[in-house]
C-alpha cells in the first residue's frame, strides 16, 4: 500500500493575501521641505529625478501606534471575526521598531540601539501590544526582523509555510511598521525613506491574491551596509534580475504572464533599468506611489498593491509579481494570482 | 651585417618584451628613447632585461616624443643616429584612454611624425615598425580587415582611438616612400604562458572591479566576440615580421577568429578564476555582471553619474572608456598575418587557454601592487 505523503506545494498554493490595508502619518513633507530641516543629505533635483516628491512623518506617533492602526483598518474592512486569527507575525526593518520605546534623540552606546532607561524596556514588544489593542485573544505573536525593507515579504512567507503546516491555523494577520529615527536625514542610497505601516491578512483558501511562488535570497557579506554601500549599489541589479527570473521559473510563468509588477519605492529610476533587466514594460509596474508616498521600508509593496486594487488596476486571476530588497543584505520575490 | 635600432617606449607593455628578445641578437646595437624623467630610467629598464642573456649593445637617450622633429635630442645626436640605423622601432605613445584627444594627438600623432622625420633621415633603413590598434576601427561593427582604414564614419569609443587612427593616416601617407611595417594591436593582457602582466590596462582594472564587486553590467551581447592576446605572442610575431618581412604592410596581431572568445565565455571565465585562484572570494556571493542592451547600460551610467556616488561612478567611468566597444562588436580578421607567420611556428594562443594565468597574476600581485 503507498505511503501517503504530504504534498506541500498544493496546500501552499491555498493561501493568500485576502485583505491588505495600510497607515500613512497624516503629515507629510515635500523634497524642499526636507532640505530645510536639515532632514536630506542629497540634491533635491536628482531626488526629484529619481521619481520621489514627498514623504510620510511620523512625529510623535510611535511604530507600534502605526502598527495599530494599520491593523485596526484591515479587520474593520476585512471580512474576518477576530477570534479566527490564530497568530500575528510582526514585520520589522529597524532594529529600534521591534521595541516599544522610541529611538527620539538617544543614541547607540555600546552596541545597543536605544538608550535605556530599564533594562525591562527591551522586552517591550509591539506585537504583544497590537494583539492587546486589538483583542485579538487567540492569536499568538511572533516578530519577524533582520531582514530590511524585505521583513514583510519573510513575515508573509512564513504565514504561508504556517498555514500549510499547522492544520488549524487558517489566519495570520502580518503586521510591519517602521518610524524613521528622529532627525536623521531621510535620503538613503538614491531614495528618499517615508513613516507607514501595513498589515496583511493571510488566510488559507483565501479568495484573491493566492500565494503562488516566493523566493528570497541572502547574502550576508553585504551585511555592512553602512561601509559596503558600492558593492551593495552594483550587486542590487544582477541579483533582482537573477531571483526575479528564479521565482517565474520556479511558479512555471515568465515575466509575460506578470499583469502587473508590484514593486517596493525605491526609486522610480531603479524600476526602469530593472524593468528593462527582466523585460518588464514601464506601464506594466505600478510606481504611482513612488512620487506621493516615498519608500516606506517595508511597507512599499502592501502600499501599492492596495491602491493598484482600489484603483482596479488589476482583474481576477491576474499574476502579479512583488519584489522588494533589504539591508541584510536581502532580495525578496513573491508571485500572486489575484 | 650589424643592425642598429631605434626604438621607443621600450619601457611599455610590448616594447619591453621586445627589447628582452633584441637584446638577446648577436651584432645589434639599440639605441632607445625614453622620456626625459628627471632622474636616471636605467634601474627600471635593466630590471625589464633580468634574466635574459643579453648580448646586444643598448644606449638610453633621455628625449621627448612631443619635441618634434628633434624627439628631445641634440641635432649632432639625431644626425649620427640616422647615419647607423637600420631599423626604426615605434612603441612609444599614450594608451590611457581618458586623455584629452589634443594631449592624445599630441603624443601619437605629433610624436609619430617626429619618428617619421627620423626614419626618412635614415639612409641606411630597412625597416620602420609602427604600433597601432585594432580600434582605430572605432564603433564599426562587423568584419575589420588589415586592409580597412578607420571608423568608417562611425564615430570612436575614446580619444585614444581615434589619435592612433589619426596617427596611422600620418604613417600611410609615408608607406610609398619608406619600408614600412605597421602593427595593431589587440588588447594586450599578459604573457601566455606565466599570465604576468607588465602593464596594466584597463581589462585589469575591468577584472579587479569585477573583484571587488563593483561591476555590474556590461553592454554587448553574450555571443560577441572578444579579442585579446598575449604579450608573448605580439612581441614575437613583431619581431619575426620586422626581421623578415620587406614589404611594407599593415599586420592585425590580434586572436582573430579562430582564437578570440566571447563577452559570455570572458566573464564566465573571470568568475571561474577567482573562485578557483581566490577560494574566499566565493563568500563574497558577487553575481556575473549581466551583459545588457547599450540603452539600459547608458540609463545606469546617467544614474550613477547622476547619484553622484564618488566610488561607483569611478568604477563606471573606467569601464565605459572600453566597455562600448562591446556593444560595437566586430572580428579583426588576420589573414595576412597569418600568412607572413606562416611556417614560423608563431600562432595566437586561444584566449581562454592563458586568460586564467591572467587573472592569477593579477590576484597574487594585487594589480601590480606587489611582488609575485
Request: charged share 25%; net charge negative; hydrophobic share 40%.
Amino acid at each position: 500500500m503507498p505511503v501517503p505523503t504530504l504534498n506541500l506545494r498544493s496546500m501552499n498554493s491555498t493561501a493568500g493575501i485576502e485583505e491588505v490595508a495600510t497607515y500613512l502619518p497624516s503629515e507629510s513633507a515635500s523634497l524642499e521641505e526636507l532640505r530645510e530641516r536639515g532632514l536630506l543629505n542629497g540634491s533635491v533635483d536628482t531626488l526629484r529625478s529619481f521619481g520621489f516628491d514627498r514623504v510620510h512623518l511620523a512625529g510623535e506617533e510611535s511604530n507600534a501606534d502605526m502598527a495599530i492602526r494599520a491593523a485596526q483598518k484591515l479587520l474593520s474592512e476585512a471580512d474576518v471575526e477576530p477570534d479566527q486569527i490564530g497568530l500575528i507575525l510582526y514585520a520589522t526593518a529597524l532594529s529600534s521598531s521591534a521595541t516599544m520605546s522610541d529611538v527620539g534623540e538617544s543614541r547607540a552606546i555600546g552596541g545597543a540601539v536605544l538608550r535605556l532607561n530599564d533594562v525591562a524596556d527591551l522586552f517591550k514588544y509591539p506585537a504583544s501590544l497590537v494583539q492587546s489593542e486589538l483583542d485579538l485573544p487567540k492569536a499568538s505573536v511572533m516578530g519577524v526582523n533582520q531582514v530590511g525593507c524585505a521583513s514583510i515579504f519573510a513575515a508573509l512567507r512564513m504565514a504561508r509555510a504556517m498555514i500549510a503546516s499547522e492544520s488549524e491555523l487558517d489566519s495570520v494577520l502580518c503586521v510591519s511598521a517602521d518610524k524613521f529615527p528622529i532627525g536623521q536625514p531621510r535620503d538613503l542610497v538614491y531614495n528618499v525613506v517615508s513613516d507607514g505601516a501595513s498589515a496583511a491578512l493571510v488566510r488559507r483558501d483565501a479568495s484573491r491574491n493566492r500565494i503562488v511562488e516566493c523566493a528570497q535570497v541572502t547574502k550576508g557579506a553585504l551585511w555592512d551596509g553602512g561601509s559596503l554601500e558600492n558593492e551593495i549599489v552594483a550587486a542590487y541589479f544582477p541579483t533582482a534580475k537573477s531571483l526575479i527570473e528564479r521565482t517565474l521559473a520556479k511558479a512555471g510563468l515568465t515575466i509575460d504572464d506578470i499583469a502587473l509588477v508590484i514593486p517596493h519605492n525605491v526609486s522610480a529610476r531603479s524600476w526602469e533599468i530593472l524593468g528593462k533587466l527582466i523585460g518588464c514594460p514601464r506601464d506594466r509596474i505600478f510606481m504611482d506611489n513612488i512620487r506621493c508616498a516615498g519608500h516606506t521600508i517595508a511597507s512599499d509593496n502592501l502600499l501599492n498593491l492596495e491602491r493598484a486594487t482600489d484603483e482596479a488596476r488589476i482583474e481576477k486571476g491576474d499574476k502579479l509579481l512583488l519584489f522588494t530588497f533589504g539591508y541584510g543584505l536581502n532580495w525578496a520575490c513573491m508571485i500572486l494570482e489575484h | 651585417m650589424r643592425r642598429t635600432i631605434f626604438m621607443t617606449g621600450a619601457t611599455g607593455t610590448v616594447g619591453s618584451e621586445l627589447l628582452r628578445r633584441l637584446m638577446t641578437r648577436d651584432d645589434t646595437t639599440i639605441n632607445i628613447l625614453v622620456r626625459r624623467a628627471g632622474y636616471d630610467r636605467r634601474p627600471q629598464i635593466e630590471y625589464g632585461l633580468r634574466g635574459i642573456d643579453a648580448r646586444a649593445t643598448l644606449n638610453v637617450l633621455e628625449g621627448d616624443l612631443c619635441s618634434g622633429a628633434s624627439l628631445g635630442l641634440c641635432d649632432d645626436t639625431l644626425t649620427s643616429l640616422a647615419r647607423v640605423t637600420t631599423h626604426v622601432i615605434h612603441c612609444g605613445g599614450s594608451t590611457s584612454f581618458v586623455r584629452p584627444l589634443d594631449e592624445s594627438r599630441a603624443v601619437n600623432v605629433d610624436g609619430t611624425r617626429g619618428v617619421l622625420e627620423f626614419a626618412r633621415r635614415c639612409d641606411q633603413l630597412e625597416s620602420a615598425a609602427f604600433f597601432s590598434t585594432v580600434y582605430v576601427s572605432g564603433m564599426r561593427s562587423g568584419a575589420f580587415s588589415e586592409s580597412d582604414q578607420g571608423d568608417a564614419g562611425h564615430g570612436f569609443v575614446n580619444p585614444y582611438e581615434q589619435s592612433k587612427a589619426e596617427m596611422e593616416d600620418v604613417v600611410r601617407e609615408t608607406m610609398r616612400d619608406l619600408p614600412i611595417l605597421l602593427f595593431r594591436l589587440s588588447s594586450v593582457i599578459g604573457d601566455s604562458r606565466t599570465g604576468s602582466v607588465r602593464g596594466f590596462n584597463t581589462v585589469h582594472h575591468a577584472i579587479r572591479l569585477l573583484y571587488q564587486g563593483l561591476a555590474p553590467m556590461v553592454p554587448g551581447c553574450p555571443t560577441a566576440p572578444v579579442d585579446m592576446v598575449s604579450s608573448d605572442y605580439v612581441a614575437d610575431a613583431a619581431l619575426h615580421l620586422i626581421e623578415r618581412q620587406s614589404r611594407c604592410g599593415v599586420f592585425h596581431l590580434a586572436s582573430g577568429a579562430e582564437a578570440s572568445t566571447t563577452i559570455g565565455e570572458i566573464l564566465t571565465s573571470t568568475i571561474d578564476s577567482l573562485i578557483r585562484f581566490r577560494p574566499s572570494w566565493r563568500k563574497r556571493s558577487i553575481e556575473k555582471p549581466m551583459i545588457v542592451d547599450l540603452e539600459t547600460y547608458e540609463l545606469f551610467v546617467r544614474s550613477v553619474e547622476e547619484a553622484g556616488n564618488q566610488v561607483l561612478r569611478d568604477a563606471t567611468r573606467s569601464i565605459r572608456t572600453f566597455a562600448y566597444q562591446l556593444a560595437h562588436p566586430k572580428l579583426f580578421a588576420t589573414q595576412r598575418t597569418t600568412d607572413a607567420l606562416a611556417g614560423s611556428g608563431i600562432a595566437p594562443k586561444p584566449v581562454l587557454e592563458f586568460y586564467p594565468r591572467v587573472v592569477r597574476h593579477c590576484l597574487e600581485t594585487n594589480w601590480g601592487m606587489q611582488p609575485c
